[in-house]
């Protein structure tokens, strides 16, 4: 289909909020900012924007971008744009042959103007045990961050496929299992805690691209305190004021126009998430986060204190949140 086919569809689908619903372009199937998709790319961004949306609209490349590119970006007046370098640092090209050099180069290069309305992300991904997370692997992370308005740091989806391919390589399997969610694993996490200290990093990507536009976490993950304890002081109060604890009516409310969340049931609710069942995918459950601007967990992936969503992978002592 065409771009503008392709936005036309997105913004009358039943799950799209105007203003609401954060977009991202181009995000699995290919990178936004590849010579053959750059066109389309800024076809999309700039009919949103001529629709006066001001949704956010996250777009994530490892790319080589080009100084025309900051003034296009530039022109945009009302979408929310996000630029998120993915910078992993691993050096070892049969795990990844694509060159992080390119990327970090990208982000020095659209930082540079001290007024912009895009922001820059620096998309610390994925960290994993013996492969980028030495002290020089941290150091550079860091020297790096500093041109960003923000940091998210995050592990990786070790999922069957993966494993696959890493034993069909020959190449070092970084865990023994593998897991549903990302892998961070705690003293991973502290370490890079420590090198960070000070920076403005975060756990979640919904959090960083908040934070860099200077709005409160439109997933509401305030809630979730722990998450919080690397926030700075600002963003806490932004994030604190737009803090609502939805009642049960509220969220079926919600609930009500899409068709396939009609057997929702609110199992609990709490000050850190609604805790529901009754819908089949995640979209649901992603239009009501949105709408409410507060976490809402799906009851069969239960969450757990201090592991932010992640998998049980190197961490002990943890307790079911929900």
Not at 308 to 315: E, L, Q, V, Y
């Amino acid at each position: 289909m065409t771009d503008a086919v392709a936005v036309e569809e997105l913004v009358n689908h039943r799950y799209f909020q105007p203003h609401v619903t954060p977009i991202q372009v181009f995000n699995r199937a290919t990178d936004p900012f590849l010579p053959i998709v750059r066109p389309h790319t800024f076809a999309v961004l700039e009919d949103l924007d001529d629709r006066k949306l001001t949704n956010h609209v996250l777009v994530i490349t490892r790319h080589q971008m080009k100084s025309e590119d900051i003034h296009r970006l530039n022109a945009l007046k009302y979408v929310k744009v996000t630029l998120l370098f993915t910078y992993s640092g691993i050096d070892n090209k049969d795990i990844e042959p694509y060159p992080s050099h390119v990327a970090a180069e990208s982000l020095k290069l659209m930082s540079t103007p001290e007024r912009r309305k895009y922001r820059t992300i620096l998309y610390w991904r994925p960290l994993v045990p013996g492969l980028n997370d030495s002290d020089e692997h941290l150091d550079a992370a860091y020297a790096l961050s500093k041109h960003a308005d923000a940091t998210v740091f995050t592990g990786l989806f070790y999922r069957d496929q993966i494993a696959e391919y890493y034993k069909a390589n020959g190449l070092p399997e970084p865990y023994e299992d593998t897991a549903r969610r990302k892998i961070v694993p705690e003293t991973l996490e502290r370490r890079v805690l420590a090198a960070f200290a000070g920076s403005t990093l975060f756990r979640k990507t919904s959090c960083a691209v908040s934070y860099a536009h200077g709005l409160p976490d439109y997933n509401g993950h305030y809630g979730i305190r722990e998450l919080c304890d690397i926030c700075p002081l600002s963003q806490l109060e932004l994030c604190a004021s737009a803090h609502h604890v939805p009642v049960a009516e509220r969220l079926r409310e919600v609930a009500s126009i899409l068709p396939e969340a009609r057997g929702l049931v609110v199992v609990d609710i709490t000050e850190r998430a609604a805790v529901v069942s009754g819908l089949e995918t995640e979209q649901p459950r992603y239009y009501l986060q949105h709408a409410l601007g507060f976490q809402v967990h799906d009851v069969r992936h239960p969450h757990v204190e201090r592991r932010h969503g992640r998998a049980d992978i190197g961490w002990k002592d943890t307790k079911q949140d929900g």
